[in-house]
C-alpha cells in the first residue's frame, strides 16, 4: 500500500533528523515550511509524485547531509541558493523536468561525494568549477541536453570512482587531464558530439570496469594501452570513425565480458588472441572493414552468449567445431563473404536463439539436425547458394517466428512440418527452385503475418485453408505455376495489405470481396487468365498494372472496355434487358455525339483566342531541343492541352510542371520556368550540361526550349508521385504500406543520386533543395531526385517584397535548410548532406520537420527520445511490430537514425560526404560486405506493395 496526498507542515518538527518518505505516491509541491526543521541530516523524498519547483528555502537546512528528490515531476530551475549547503554530500535530483543550467555555486558544497542530475532537461555547459569538489567520487549528468566542452578541470576531481556524461550534446575533444583520475571505475560518455581520438593514456585507469564511448565521432586508432585494463568488463566504442586494426593487446584485459566496436572503420584481421578472453560474453565487431576468415581461437571464449561480424569483408570457411560455444544464444554473420558449407556442429548448439548467415557465398544443404534447435527464434540464410530441400525436421523449431531462405537453389516441396511452427510470423522462401503444392499444413501458423514464396516453381492450387490465417499481411505467391482462382475464403483475411498473385495461371474472376478489405494497399494479379469484368470498386483502388496480362479481363483501368456478351454472362441478364440497355445506350451516343461535337467547336475559337493572347503557345519562335526522339514543339504544347490547369502536376520554386501525353500513348513532365532574365546561350548551355548527367536515380533531362517568352525542361514523366505524397499515404496507415526494407532502399538510391551530383560530376553539382518533394517515384517506385541544377535556369525577377513567400528561403526550404545555408542564402555540399539528414529522419520517423517549433526541432527531438532511453517512440508506428531490441531490424534502424543526426551536425566540417553516408547506409542492411547486402536489393522488389499509392 502507498501513501499519498500532499505533506502537511512539518517544520514545528524541530528535532526531526530524517524525513524518509520515499516510494509512495505523494504529490503536490515540496512545502518552504520544510526549511524550519532546522536539524534535518537526511531527506528522501524519492520516488513519489511531487511537482512544482524545489524551494530555494530548502538551503537554511545547514546540517542537512542528503537531499534525494529523485524521480519526481519536478521542474524550474536548480535553485542557485542550494550552493549555501555546506555540509551537504549527497545531491540527487535526478528523472525529473528540471530546466536550465547547472547552477556553478553548486561547487560551494565542498564535501559533495555525489551529485546526480541525470535524465531532466538541463542545458547549458557544464561548469569548469565542479573541478573544486575534490571529495566528489561520483558524477552523474547524462541524459540532459548539456553542450559545450568536458570541462578540464574535472581532472582535479582525483577520488572520482564514477563519471556519468553520456546522452547529452556535449563537444570538443575528451580532456587530457581526465586520463588523470586513476581511481575512476566507470565512465560513460556515450552519445555525445565528441571528436578526436583516443589518447594511449588510456591505459592510467588502472581500475577501470567500464567505458562507454559509443555514438560519437571519435577517431584514430584503438590505443594499444587499452590491454593495461585488467579489471576492464565492458568496453562499448561502437558508432565512432576508429580506424586501423583491433589490437591484439586487447587480450590483456582478462575479466572482459563485452566488447563492442561495431560501425566504425576498422580493418585488419580479428586477433586470435582475443580467444583467451575465457569471460567475453558478448564480441559485436559488426559494420567494418574487418577481412580474413573467422579465427578457431575465437570459439575458446566458452562463456560468448552474443557474436556479431555482420557486415565486414570476412571470407573463407566458417570454423569447423562450435561445441565448446554451448551458451551461444545470438550469432549475426551476415553480409560478409563467407564460403564452404554450414557446419553441422553449429547447429548443435541448443541455446540458440538468432542465427544470421545470409548475404554470405555458403553452399551445401541446410543440415538435418537444425531440428535439435528448439530456442530458435530466427533464421535467416538469404542470398547464399544453399541447395537441395528444406529439411522436414525444421518443424521441430517450436519457437521459431522467422524463417529466411530467399535467394538460393533450394529445390524439392515445401515441408508440410512447417505448418507444426505455430509461432511462425514470416516465412521467406522467394527466389528459388522450390516445386511441388502449396502445403495445406500452413494453417498451423496461426501467427503467420507475412508469406512470400514468389519466384519458384510451386504448381496446383492456392490452399483455401489460407483464408484461416487472420494475422496475414502479405501474401506474395508470384512467378509460379499455380492454377485454380483467387480462393473464396481470402475474403476473412481482414488484415491483408498486399496480395501478389502475378505470373501464374490462375483462371477465373477477379473477386470483388478484394475491394471490402479495408487495409489492402497492393494487389497484383497481373499475367495470369483471369477473366470478365474487373470489378469497378477494385479499379478505381489500383492502376492497369495491378491486371494487365489478363487477355480475357476488361473494364477500367484497363484499356479493353467489357462487351455486353461478356456482361451479359457475368450479369445474367435476360436479352430484353441487353435490348432496352442498346437502345438507352444509343441514345447516349447520339446524344454524345452532338455535345461533343459543340465542346470541339468551342475549343477551336478559346484556342484561337488563346494563341493571340499567349505567344508562347503559338508558332515557336525559338527551337526544341530533344536529346532523343525529336517531338515538334507544338506537338508538346497540344500534349500539355496549351498549358491548360487540369494538366498541371506540381508548382515548384522553379516554375510549374505539366503532364504532357502525347499522341503516341507516352507521357513526358514539362517544367514552364517563370520569366526571367537569362539570357539563350547561358540557357543553353546550362540545359545541355544537365542533359548530360545520367544516373539512374535522377530525373533525367529530355529536352528543352528556349524562345523570349517560353523557356521549358522536358523530363520523363514519374506516374508515383513524389516521396512527400507517399510519405503522407503512408502516414494515413500507420506507416505500414513502407516497411524497414523499403525505407531503408529509397533512403540509399537518394544518397546514391546526390553522391553521383557531388562527386562523379565535374564541376560538382549543389542540389540546394533536398526534400520529398523533390524525390519523384517511376513505374517501378524506382527515386528520382528531381530539381538538380534548375536554378542556374531560371532566373526569376526580384519579387514584390508585399507578395513573396518565405516558403522557400534562399539555400533550401524550411525545415530541411542547413543553419549556415539559412543564415548565408549560399548552398554548398555540406548544406545538401544536411537537407538529406532531415529527408531521412521524416523517412524513418515519419514526422514531417515542420511540425515542430523553433526551440525543438526533428534533430533535437530524435535526440531527446535517445537520451531518454525512447527510441521505439521516435518510429513510424507502422515499423513498431517488426522490430525487437534484439531484431537485426531494430539495430539496423538504429544505425540509420545515427547516420542521419551525423548528416545534420550544425557543424557543416563534422558532416559526412555523400560518398561516406552510401558507405554507411549499405552497412545499414549488411551491404559492405561481400553479400551486397540491401544495397542490392532489386527496384522491383519495392513496386509490389506501393502500387496502390
Keep these: 500500500m502507498y501513501l499519498q496526498g500532499s505533506i502537511a507542515d512539518l517544520g514545528r518538527l524541530g528535532s526531526l533528523d530524517t524525513l524518509s518518505l520515499h516510494s509512495n505516491a505523494f504529490n503536490g509541491s515540496i512545502p518552504d515550511s520544510l526549511s524550519a526543521a532546522s536539524n534535518l541530516r537526511v531527506i528522501y523524498l524519492h520516488n513519489n509524485a511531487f511537482d512544482g519547483q524545489i524551494p530555494a528555502s530548502l538551503a537554511a537546512l545547514q546540517k542537512l547531509q542528503v537531499l534525494n528528490l529523485a524521480n519526481n515531476r519536478l521542474t524550474g530551475g536548480i535553485p542557485r541558493e542550494l550552493g549555501k549547503l555546506t555540509s551537504l554530500k549527497t545531491l540527487d535530483l535526478s528523472i525529473n523536468f528540471l530546466s536550465a543550467g547547472i547552477p556553478s555555486e553548486v561547487s560551494n558544497c565542498s564535501r559533495l561525494l555525489y551529485i546526480n542530475l541525470s535524465k531532466n532537461r538541463l542545458t547549458g555547459s557544464i561548469p569548469p568549477s565542479l573541478g573544486e569538489l575534490g571529495l566528489l567520487r561520483k558524477v552523474a549528468l547524462g541524459g540532459n541536453e548539456l553542450t559545450g566542452m568536458i570541462p578540464s578541470s574535472l581532472g582535479n576531481c582525483s577520488q572520482l570512482v564514477s563519471l556519468d556524461l553520456e546522452h547529452n550534446l556535449l563537444s570538443g575533444a575528451i580532456p587530457d587531464p581526465l586520463y588523470q583520475l586513476r581511481l575512476l571505475e566507470r565512465l560513460f560518455l556515450s552519445t555525445n558530439m565528441l571528436i578526436g581520438g583516443i589518447s594511449p593514456a ?110 565486414n569483408k570476412l571470407s573463407g570457411k566458417l570454423p569447423d567445431s562450435w561445441n565448446s560455444l ?234 479493353v472496355q467489357c462487351s455486353r456478351s461478356t456482361r451479359k454472362k457475368l450479369s445474367g441478364k435476360v436479352l430484353i434487358a441487353t435490348v432496352l440497355g442498346a437502345v438507352v445506350v444509343g441514345t447516349v451516343l447520339v446524344a454524345g455525339a452532338c455535345f461533343l461535337l459543340y465542346i470541339l467547336l468551342l475549343r477551336k475559337h478559346r484556342d484561337k483566342d488563346e494563341r493571340k493572347a499567349d505567344p508562347g503557345t503559338g508558332t515557336p519562335t525559338g527551337n526544341l531541343v530533344m536529346f532523343h526522339d525529336p517531338i515538334p514543339y507544338a506537338k508538346v504544347v497540344e500534349a500539355t492541352r496549351q498549358f491548360d490547369e487540369d494538366s498541371v502536376l506540381s508548382r515548384t520554386r522553379f516554375g510549374i510542371v505539366f503532364k504532357a501525353c502525347l499522341e503516341d500513348g507516352s507521357v513526358l513532365s514539362v517544367k514552364r520556368l517563370p520569366d526571367g532574365s537569362i539570357d539563350e546561350p547561358q540557357f543553353r548551355g546550362e540545359a545541355e550540361r544537365l542533359g548530360s548527367l545520367k544516373h539512374k536515380n535522377l530525373l533525367v533531362l529530355r529536352g528543352y526550349y528556349y524562345s523570349a517568352d517560353v523557356k521549358l525542361l522536358i523530363y520523363d514523366y514519374m506516374p508515383n508521385g513524389n516521396l512527400a505524397v507517399l510519405l503522407q499515404q503512408a502516414s494515413s496507415q500507420d506507416g505500414s504500406i513502407l516497411d524497414w526494407r523499403m525505407r531503408h532502399l529509397i533512403a540509399l538510391n537518394i544518397a546514391r543520386g546526390l553522391q553521383f551530383l557531388h562527386h562523379a560530376c565535374d564541376p560538382p553539382v549543389v542540389h540546394g533543395d533536398v526534400r520529398p518533394h523533390n524525390v519523384q517515384f517511376d513505374a517501378d517506385f524506382e527515386p528520382h531526385i528531381s530539381d538538380f541544377g534548375v536554378e542556374r535556369l531560371a532566373v526569376t525577377p526580384p519579387a514584390d517584397p508585399s507578395t513573396s513567400s518565405s516558403s522557400t528561403p534562399a539555400g533550401g526550404s524550411l525545415g530541411y535548410v542547413s543553419p549556415e545555408a539559412g543564415a548565408t542564402g549560399v548552398a554548398s555540399k555540406e548544406s545538401d548532406v544536411y537537407g538529406f539528414g532531415i529527408l531521412l529522419l521524416e523517412l524513418l520517423t515519419g514526422r514531417k520537420p515542420a511540425t515542430f517549433s ?96
Design 202 to 311: 588510456l591505459g592510467n585507469f588502472s581500475v577501470l570496469s567500464q567505458l562507454f564511448l559509443q555514438d560519437n565521432a571519435l577517431g584514430g586508432p584503438i590505443p594499444a594501452s587499452v590491454g593495461a585494463l585488467k579489471q576492464l568488463q565492458v568496453l562499448n566504442l561502437s558508432g565512432n570513425a576508429l580506424t586501423g586494426n583491433i589490437p591484439p593487446q586487447i587480450a590483456g584485459c582478462t575479466t572482459l565480458q563485452v566488447l563492442d566496436v561495431r560501425v566504425n572503420a576498422l580493418n585488419g584481421e580479428i586477433p586470435t588472441e582475443l580467444g583467451s578472453l575465457s569471460q567475453l560474453a558478448n564480441l559485436t565487431l559488426s559494420f567494418n572493414n574487418i577481412s580474413g576468415s573467422i579465427p578457431p581461437e575465437l570459439l575458446n571464449c566458452r562463456k560468448l552468449q552474443i557474436l556479431r561480424l555482420q557486415g
Design 326 to 559: 554451448t551458451g551461444l544464444q545470438i550469432l549475426n554473420l551476415r553480409g560478409n563473404n563467407l564460403s564452404g558449407e554450414i557446419p553441422s556442429s553449429l547447429l548443435n548448439i541448443l541455446s540458440l536463439k538468432r542465427l544470421s548467415l545470409s548475404y554470405n557465398s555458403l553452399s551445401g544443404n541446410v543440415p538435418l539436425t537444425i531440428g535439435r534447435l528448439q530456442e530458435l527464434q530466427s533464421l535467416s540464410l538469404s542470398h547464399n547458394s544453399l541447395e537441395k530441400s528444406i529439411p522436414p525436421e525444421i518443424g521441430n523449431c517450436s519457437n521459431l517466428a522467422v524463417l529466411e531462405a530467399s535467394y538460393n537453389r533450394l529445390d524439392g516441396p515445401l515441408p508440410p512440418e512447417i505448418g507444426y511452427l505455430s509461432k511462425l510470423q514470416r516465412l521467406q522462401l522467394r527466389d528459388n527452385k522450390l516445386s511441388g503444392e502449396i502445403p495445406e499444413t500452413l494453417i498451423g501458423c496461426k501467427n503467420l503475418t507475412y508469406l512470400h514464396i514468389g519466384n519458384n516453381r510451386l504448381s496446383g492450387t492456392i490452399p483455401v485453408l489460407l483464408g484461416g490465417l487472420e494475422q496475414m499481411q502479405q501474401i506474395r505467391l508470384e512467378n509460379n505455376h499455380l492454377t485454380g482462382g483467387i480462393p473464396a475464403s481470402f475474403s476473412a483475411l481482414v488484415n491483408l495489405q498486399a496480395l501478389d498473385v502475378s505470373v501464374n495461371s490462375l483462371t477465373g474472376p477477379v473477386p470483388s470481396f478484394l475491394a471490402n478489405l479495408e487495409n489492402l494497399r497492393s494487389l497484383n494479379v497481373s499475367y495470369n487468365h483471369l477473366q470478365g469484368e474487373i470489378p469497378p470498386a477494385l479499379s478505381k483502388k489500383f492502376g492497369a498494372s495491378s491486371f494487365q496480362g489478363n487477355a480475357r479481363l476488361c473494364g477500367r483501368p484497363l484499356v
Design 854 to 949: 523553433a526551440e525543438e526541432d526533428i534533430v533535437k527531438w530524435v535526440k531527446r527520445q535517445l537520451q531518454g532511453r525512447q527510441a521505439a517512440e521516435m518510429f513510424d508506428p507502422g515499423l513498431l511490430e517488426l522490430f525487437d531490441q534484439e531484431s537485426s531490424e531494430w539495430e539496423e534502424f538504429l544505425l540509420a537514425v545515427k547516420v542521419a543526426l551525423l548528416c545534420t551536425a550544425p557543424d557543416p566540417s563534422d558532416r559526412p560526404s555523400m560518398t561516406e553516408v552510401v558507405f554507411m547506409l549499405e552497412g545499414c542492411r549488411g551491404g559492405g560486405g561481400g553479400g551486397g547486402g540491401g544495397a542490392e536489393v532489386a527496384s522491383s522488389d519495392l513496386t509490389s506493395p506501393l502500387s496502390a499509392v
